[in-house]
């Protein structure tokens, strides 16, 4: 018994000496609003529902992933920064926000609200990770958008977009700013290619 007590006091000195745990960071993926585009009508004549974003398991999760080599397909997740909700539906509520601030459409909708909509929006992340190789860290975002007409199920815009952004700094922080403009930034193409490419 006196042992077991001694080594319990032993393991909460211990634990007390190590300091404090480390504490859980939260981000967003913050896009800045742009200027509404100077347009004589919406690019989308009728409601758009944006759907969930589609991602594999770690991309999709709420730990922010990282490369740490340059061409490594080894992708490890921080341990203690995450992101507030999964990427899937951050982005998601981005771009619902974005078509929204823009006048993209006359009314943009979540498949929750269960509203009749003339366009459906998909997505599907391929990356959002932060890249530590060398000395210059990027975040790197790579989404796939797709629009569909719902009265025939017709695609009427598919692309691939990929942005790079170089962090300003080393931290995760840093990266998450990086990764709100190029995510930003690929929703202003995406935009402007339904511009050309939606019929009115």
């Given at each position: 018994m006196r042992a077991a007590a001694w080594l319990a006091g032993?393991?909460?000195?211990?634990?007390?000496?190590?300091?404090?745990?480390?504490?859980?960071?939260?981000?967003?993926?913050?896009?800045?609003t742009p200027a509404p585009p100077a347009l004589a009508a919406p690019v989308f004549p009728g409601t758009v529902e944006v759907d969930?974003?589609?991602?594999?398991?770690?991309?999709?999760?709420?730990?922010?992933v990282q490369r740490q080599t340059t061409g490594s397909s080894e992708l490890e997740p921080y341990a203690y920064h995450?992101?507030?909700?999964?990427?899937?539906?951050l982005l998601q509520t981005r771009?619902?926000?974005?078509?929204?601030?823009?006048?993209?459409?006359p009314l943009v909708v979540t498949p929750e609200l269960?509203?009749?909509?003339?366009?459906?929006?998909?997505?599907?992340?391929?990356?959002l990770e932060h890249q530590t190789a060398g000395d210059?860290?990027?975040a790197v975002v790579e989404i796939e958008l797709v629009v569909s007409r719902q009265s025939d199920r017709a695609i009427l815009l598919q692309r691939v977009y990929r942005e790079e952004r170089p962090a300003a700094g080393p931290s995760v922080a840093e990266a998450v700013d990086a990764a709100s403009a190029a995510v930003s930034a690929i929703?202003?193409?995406f935009l402007a290619d339904a511009e050309t490419q939606i019929p009115r």
């Open positions: 032993s393991a909460l000195l211990l634990a007390c000496a190590g300091g404090p745990a480390p504490r859980d960071h939260f981000y967003r993926i913050e896009t800045p969930r974003f589609r991602a594999d398991a770690l991309t999709g999760g709420i730990q922010i995450q992101w507030a909700d999964p990427p899937t539906i771009l619902v926000d974005f078509l929204r601030e823009t006048r993209a459409a269960r509203a009749h909509s003339e366009f459906l929006v998909l997505g599907r992340i391929g990356k210059a860290p990027l929703f202003t193409r």
